[in-house]
Structure formats: C-alpha cells, structure tokens
C-alpha cells in the first residue's frame, strides 16, 4: 500500500482558505489520491479525488503536483464546521475498495 | 437516497461473549467494508465483501468474521470478545467499479467490560 505523510494537525482561522499538505513519493502513476474527512463523532465522509489534473468540487479543491509526488487539499472559506480529521490515501489497486488511513491532519478552525 | 445504516449504534457485552453488528449499504451499492476505530490504532480495515463473498481482508485474528447477503447487507461478528475489542466499527458501501467513493456509515460503538 502506498504511503502518504501530513502534519499531525494545522490550525485555520474561520472565512480563511486552509491549504492541507500530503506527501506521497511513492506513487504509482496509476494511483488515484483520495480525501476523506471525518468530523466528530461521525463516520469519515470522502472529500474529493483525482489523478493528475486538478480538481473541484461543491467542498473543495484538489491540487496535484506535476510529478504528483504530493498534493494539497484546498478549503477555499474554512468555516466552523469544518473542523474535522483529514486524511489522504491513496487506495489499493486491484479490485478492492480497501482504504489504509494514516493519522491525518487534525484542523482546528478559529472563530 | 438512504444512507449507510449501521445497527445497533451502541453495545455494551462483557468479556468472553460474542457479538454480531449489521450493515445495510446504499441501495445499489455492491461492496460493503468493515474497519475498526481506536484511538490508539486509528481506522483500521477489517475486510470488504463484495457479491457475498469476501474480497480483502485486513490484519485481525479469526475471530473477526463477516458474510454478506444476497441484497448486499452485511454482517460482522466477533467471537470470545476480548477488552481490546472495544472500538467505533464502521461500515462504508461503495459502487465498487474501481475509484469510486466510499460512503460510511455512523457506525457501532461496541465496549467490552
């Protein structure tokens, strides 16, 4: 399974952009690099992915480097709410949906 | 569209019991995964079962089973339960044709006395 690496934790000040760092040197070029978060007391919920191209959606961006060896995950207004656990995996190949979680980065967001 | 619904959401069982916790996927979905959450391990995969049978499995002694059903539920037991086995057990269903996301559920909070 490949690995990837964060910060433990980062803190973030409310209607900031929060940019979020994930390390993954050892990707494979079939690799996709997925985001999931999970805010407490609740299961995680996936946050977005992508391949080589960056990507948007409706709760965030995802920024891929161009050797694609790290990425960075984008809150354009950090609110309240999403203050929460993030992780970055890069999921198995071959047929299974299994996820590997690392520690993640744990957000604090300010009021 | 109906989330993933874990039940129950809590458990209490003593040591040396067995225990069953259920999954229902969203509909459609035909791969169901299991993990454990402790806050000394974090999430840890348990194993997926896709089409009734088991598909992954992760690092977890034998008395950590699961089956899933013809309608994609699926169900998780663990056997002579240990205090150690006391965790978060999530589920997550998934489409399963390759990159797709995950979808979990809120999980069962199982402790063992």
């Known amino acids: 399974d490949a690995k990837t690496t964060q910060p433990n934790s980062m803190e973030s000040n409310e209607e900031e952009p929060v940019h979020l760092p994930c390390n993954h040197s050892?990707?494979?070029?079939?690799?996709?690099i997925h985001w999931y978060r999970q805010l407490p007391s609740q299961g995680p919920e996936y946050v977005i992915h992508?391949?080589?191209s960056n990507v948007n959606n409706r709760m965030a961006s995802l920024a891929i480097a161009e050797d694609r060896k790290s990425s960075t995950l984008i809150l354009h207004r950090a609110t309240l709410r999403d203050a929460a656990v993030y992780y970055c995996?890069?999921?198995?190949?071959?047929?299974?949906?299994?996820?590997?979680f690392g520690k993640g980065t744990k957000l604090t967001v300010n009021p | 569209k109906a989330g993933v619904t874990q039940t129950p959401r809590y458990l209490i069982k003593t040591r040396g019991q067995q225990v069953t916790l259920s999954c229902s996927p969203i509909?459609?979905?035909?791969?169901v995964s299991w993990y454990q959450q402790t806050p000394g391990q974090g999430l840890q995969f348990l194993f997926e079962?896709?089409?009734?049978?088991?598909?992954n499995k992760g690092n977890f002694p034998g008395r950590f089973s699961g089956r899933q059903f013809s309608n994609s539920r699926s169900e998780m037991n663990v056997s002579t339960l240990e205090l150690g086995d006391s965790a978060l057990y999530l589920c997550?269903?998934?489409?399963?044709?390759?990159?797709?996301?995950?979808?979990f559920g809120p999980g069962t909070r199982l402790t063992v006395l």
């Open positions: 997550a269903s998934s489409l399963a044709s390759g990159g797709n996301e995950q979808f």
């Open positions: 050892t990707i494979s070029g079939t690799d996709y």
């Open positions: 992508g391949l080589t």
């Open positions: 995996i890069l999921p198995t190949q071959g047929g299974s949906e299994k996820l590997v």
């Open positions: 509909s459609g979905h035909r791969s």
């Open positions: 079962y896709f089409s009734e049978t088991q598909r």
